[in-house]
T-cell receptor, first 116, second 114 residues
Framework: AQSVTQLDSQVPVFEEAPVELRCNYSSSVSVYLFWYVQYPNQGLQLLLKYLSGSTLVKGINGFEAEFNKSQTSFHLRKPSVHISDTAEYFCAVSDRSAGGYNKLIFGAGTRLAVHP | GAGVSQTPSNKVTEKGKYVELRCDPISGHTALYWYRQSLGQGPEFLIYFQGTGAADDSGLPNDRFFAVRPEGSVSTLKIQRTERGDSAVYLC????????????FGEGSWLTVV
């Protein structure tokens, strides 16, 4: 069975500092990888996804993530955060071969708190 | 509307009552998903529809939960004999049918069972 571990439940950071949100997954098969963001009182929004090709994936709002197959990781990074990046971030994985659809398995989330 | 629409946005019900939650996916999306998100947790998969049929219902917690999508568009999640442990946000999502396509989520229906 697949699982996703987000190693930090909360990450406090000052505005304009860099940030890394960690994600590790467990799977015996090839996977697709996703990061979603959930702003207060809003639905989940896709930040970026890895399907194939380059292991460095760029997403919206200046975020990027790197797929590392040997370490089964997909860490999310941003070189300089803004107050508006304060939100809950979820890493998710789906099985490439799962009958032609995305059954997303989510981590527990990381709350990013950006302070002035 | 352009996004996934869910109604009601909030529902408070008494233990033992029956509840229906509705989802209107993005037009043209054949794949529809239901997830449940408890406080402090990530979303958990409940069920997946491709068209009108439930292709994967492995996440439904027990037989009190049932979902339908009779015309391949709007879906309804039905919960019988609600329990306090059913309190959560129920998220609906849709996508085009192929794997890897972006899954778009609605804002959820907050269910509180008292």
């Amino acid at each position: 069975a697949q699982s996703v571990t987000q190693l930090d439940s909360q990450v406090p950071v000052f505005e304009e500092a860099p940030v890394e949100l960690r994600c590790n997954y467990s799977s015996s098969v090839s996977v697709y990888l996703f990061w979603y963001v959930q702003y207060p009182n809003q639905g989940l929004q896709l930040l970026l996804k890895y399907l194939s090709g380059s292991t460095l994936v760029k997403g919206i709002n200046g975020f990027e993530a790197e797929f590392n197959k040997s370490q089964t990781s997909f860490h999310l990074r941003k070189p300089s955060v803004h107050i508006s990046d304060t939100a809950e971030y979820f890493c998710a994985v789906s099985d490439r071969s799962a009958g032609g659809y995305n059954k997303l398995i989510f981590g527990a989330g990381t709350r990013l708190a950006v302070h002035p | 509307g352009a996004g996934v629409s869910q109604t009601p946005s909030n529902k408070v019900t008494e233990k033992g009552k029956y509840v229906e939650l509705r989802c209107d996916p993005i037009s043209g999306h054949t794949a529809l998903y239901w997830y449940r998100q408890s406080l402090g947790q990530g979303p958990e998969f409940l069920i997946y529809f491709q068209g009108t049929g439930a292709a994967d219902d492995s996440g439904l917690p027990n037989d009190r939960f049932f979902a339908v999508r009779p015309e391949g568009s709007v879906s309804t999640l039905k919960i019988q004999r609600t329990e306090r442990g059913d309190s959560a946000v129920y998220l609906c999502a849709s996508s085009r049918g192929s794997p890897g396509n972006t899954i778009y989520f609605g804002e959820g229906s907050w269910l509180t069972v008292v």
